[in-house]
């Protein structure tokens, strides 16, 4: 059987033309607005308080719609935003270093391979300086100089200091900022809070999204949820691979489950393996743990010259050391994009040059940096993630260098959206990293704060505007047919998952899915091995449904019923990433296929055949997915080979 058929291409038909500088600004005034006064009659669900959909939430409530927001913790403010440590980027060019809003768009789309909308990228840039003004005026304690100005500091892929930080964790601050705001507008009663809820389907009706089923995690009780749109801001599926720098909870479930509905689910092959991770130590992990990019302002990577060098650190001179991205990429050095740094680490750890028990591991030296600002100057910028490894590894980083290795991030795929989010069901936007639009191949550090507020704070309110102003809909509630089915299609998935009743848990399924895709849709991909893991997936997802055991019942908490509905739906992500991977035959970003490379190893497009999006359409369980292209046209950066040598 065909792993996939093709439809017919699609287009962006929301974005607008003429000079890219003026787009935004004409398609906000020729949107349509609602009356203050019809505002109120108006109700929009938000599923995911993360930044995105905190943000989004906040925004439309003070605009006056009533929200109805969900998320599955205890809390809004424990979404995974939380975990975000480095920074935020906006051309605010506040240090003068020749910084613009087109300079931060160009580096955008260079960044991720040419393989994202130049309108939306050039959006985000525009947006990007009124993101850092109204965190500020929230209260977000960014980082400051002696002088009171904010500070900014470096990430990968630009020559500029636009990365505005809170120490090494810029998400919780931010997302303390929209978390305050949206408890504003829910101490208002505008903003209908239902914590410890996790959305399981998506309900719609004459062909226009119009609720979710939702369950309550404690009690078990499921229902229907009604609104005139809904927003989905439930993150990434970086969890696919069982390890990753994602929060344990982060899962695919509310895309899923909207992708099953008819939503097209664009390039989900498009990963992002950070470089600079704590290295895997053993079978028992369950998760991975970041250091953040912005320590590469100051950390030196090396590894020794001579394989299979164990000597510690300390034992190695300069001159038997190989500063490798200083080496290969003088113009950037050790602020290469993520793709390139988490490549060159594979490469030389390949070699048989990496280090640490396993060899998988490069060191990520902080030594020059401490002799030439002193150890406190280290300790203001970074103490924080410092105090993070040691407590994790036992290791001293003032006394020797961290030891890193690439590992599973952020997930640039997503469910496909137009210019103004909405995706290919009418009445269903998707925000953050939950959509696929403006990261391309590769993501940006310091990017994936700044597309979620801004789409959450200034894009999503007024594009959704339109579409309310656009669509009077009729009443629906819990008797429709549509909801009913829905209903009945939640509450019957969750007998099956009971039934099976089987003798492997749930989370040894997911290691075991974690390693196919790691081995073959990780780092890098060939032909072969996506065939294998394709195979691979299927048989263990057959075998999951005969043998999980899922403890417990569904009538009221039950962590391992959550995950193994969560796992259901990463076993039919992953099918579809392996043949996304497999059908893009050249390279780009973070997708590396083995067969498509120059011939210094840095990967190599084929713009002639694959400067599209690939958005998937669903179709039967078991039946090939439809391919629809969207072709991309680049008019103000020309694709070329990237280089940052
Ligand atoms: C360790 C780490 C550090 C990072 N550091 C940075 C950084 O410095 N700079 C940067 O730009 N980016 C960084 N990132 C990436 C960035 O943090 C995320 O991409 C971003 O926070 C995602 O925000 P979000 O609002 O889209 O989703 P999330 O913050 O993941 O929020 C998802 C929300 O959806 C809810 N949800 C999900 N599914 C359901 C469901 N089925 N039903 C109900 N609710 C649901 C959850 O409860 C949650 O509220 C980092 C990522 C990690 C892992």
Redesign the pocket.
């Known amino acids: 059987m065909d792993l996939y058929t093709e439809g017919d291409p699609i287009a962006d038909t929301k974005a607008p033309d003429g000079p890219i500088e003026t787009r935004w600004e004409r398609r906000r005034f020729e949107a349509k607005l609602v009356n203050p006064a019809n505002r109120r009659k108006l109700t929009v669900i938000v599923?995911?308080?993360?930044?995105?959909?905190?943000s989004a939430a906040a925004t439309l409530a003070e605009q006056g719609y009533r929200v109805r927001s969900?998320?599955?913790?205890d809390s809004?403010r424990r979404?995974?935003?939380?975990?975000?440590?480095?920074?935020?980027?906006a051309a605010k060019n506040y240090r003068n270093d020749g910084d613009s809003v087109h300079r931060l768009f160009y580096d955008t789309v260079k960044g991720g391979d040419f393989r994202s909308r130049e309108s939306n990228v050039h959006r985000l840039a525009e947006v990007s300086v009124n993101i850092i003004d109204q965190c500020v005026a929230q209260g977000v304690p960014f980082a400051r100089e002696y002088g009171g100005l904010l500070d900014t500091r470096s990430f990968g892929g630009a020559q500029v200091q636009r990365t505005f930080y809170a120490r090494g964790q810029?998400?919780q601050q931010l997302l303390l900022g929209a978390y305050q705001a949206l408890e504003r507008q829910i101490g208002l009663g505008n903003v209908e809070m239902n914590t410890r809820?996790?959305?399981?389907e998506l309900i719609i009706v004459d062909g226009r999204a119009r609720g979710i089923v939702?369950r309550d995690m404690v009690t078990g009780e499921i229902t229907c949820e009604f609104a005139d749109a809904v927003v989905l801001?439930?993150?990434?599926y970086g969890n696919v691979f069982y390890l990753s720098?994602?929060?344990k909870?982060?899962?695919v479930?509310?895309t899923w489950r909207a992708h099953r509905k008819g939503a097209y689910f664009a390039n989900p092959c498009y990963t992002q393996i950070h470089p600079t991770c704590i290295p895997v130590s053993g079978d028992h992990q369950s998760k991975l743990t970041?250091m953040?990019?912005?320590l590469r302002n100051d950390g030196r990577v090396w590894v020794p010259k001579a394989k299979g060098d164990a000597r510690s650190p300390k034992d190695i001179g300069e001159d038997e050391r190989d500063y490798y991205l200083e080496r290969i990429y003088p113009s950037f050095g050790n602020l290469v994009p993520r793709d390139i740094a988490s490549r060159a680490a594979k490469n030389v750890c390949d070699e048989g040059r990496g280090v640490g028990q396993s060899g998988l591991g490069v060191y990520l030296d902080f030594a020059d940096a401490i002799n030439r600002l002193g150890r406190k100057a280290i300790e203001a910028k970074y103490g924080n993630l410092f105090e993070m490894y040691e407590r994790i590894t036992g290791e001293d980083p003032y006394e020797v260098p961290m030891r890193i290795y690439p590992a599973v991030?952020?997930t640039m795929g997503g469910l496909w959206v137009d210019y103004d989010l909405q995706s290919s069901i009418p009445g269903l936007f998707v925000?953050?990293?939950?959509n696929f639009s403006d990261h391309g191949a590769n993501r940006l550090?310091?990017?994936?704060?700044?597309q979620?507020l801004a789409d959450g704070y200034f894009v999503l309110p007024n594009t959704v505007a339109h579409y309310l102003a656009s669509h009077p809909l009729e009443k629906v509630d819990a008797t429709h047919p549509a909801a009913v089915r829905a209903r009945a299609d939640v509450e019957d998935r969750i007998q099956r998952l009971l039934a099976v009743d089987g003798d492997r848990t749930v989370d040894s399924f997911h290691r075991e899915l974690g390693q196919i895709m790691w081995e073959h849709c990780g780092m890098e991909r060939s032909e072969a091995g996506l065939r294998k893991a394709i195979d691979e997936i299927r048989a263990l997802r057959e075998q999951f449904w005969q043998r999980v055991k899922v403890p417990g019942s569904g009538e009221g908490l039950n962590q391992s019923l959550e995950k193994a509905g969560r796992v259901a739906d990463f076993f039919e992500l992953a099918e579809l990433m392996c043949v996304d991977a497999l059908h893009r035959e050249e390279s780009c970003g973070g997708h590396f296929r083995a067969e498509h490379q120059t011939p210094e190893g840095e990967a190599e497009r084929d713009d002639e055949r694959f400067a599209y999006v690939a958005a998937w359409e669903f179709t039967a369980t078991g039946e090939p997915a439809v391919l629809h292209k969207e072709d991309l046209n680049f008019e103000y950066v020309h694709p070329t080979q990237r280089s940052y040598k």
Do not use: K
């Not at 599923?47 to 959909?53: C, D, H, I, K």
């Not at 979404?79 to 980027?89: D, P, Y």
């Not at 801001?233 to 990434?236: E, I, L, P, Q, V």
């Open positions: 599923v995911g308080t993360g930044l995105a959909g905190g969900y998320c599955y913790q809004p979404a995974h935003s939380i975990a975000a440590q480095g920074g935020i980027n810029t998400g809820h996790e959305m399981l939702v801001a439930s993150g990434g720098t994602n929060a909870g982060c899962n479930t509310a970041l953040s990019e912005s991030h952020y925000i953050g990293e939950a550090g310091a990017s994936a704060l700044m979620g």
